[in-house]
């Protein structure tokens, strides 16, 4: 796997901000660079990959870690 060329921390944020501000970060990224994002469980995991993958951007993993948090890591897609 790739590194992330940023980090992103939505614990607590609810939805839909937590894709706002997802998608805001994925526009100021270049074309193939790697966003990870921690989600919350429930809605954010569900919306946030699926709001994504509409965009045309590649979900590369989705892990849930001890803490009962996700970790979703996404390529933004090309221009």
Known sequence: MSEEDIH????????PFNFVKTKL???GMAPGQVLKVV??????I?????????E????????????????LRLKKASA
């Open 8 to 15: 992103l921390d939505l614990r607590g944020v609810k939805c």
């Open 25 to 27: 970060k994925l526009e």
């Open 39 to 44: 989600l919350d469980p429930g809605e954010p």
């Open 46 to 54: 569900k919306n946030v990959p699926r709001s994504a993958q509409e």
């Open 56 to 71: 045309g951007h590649e979900i590369l993993s989705i892990s849930e870690r001890p803490d009962g948090l996700f970790d």
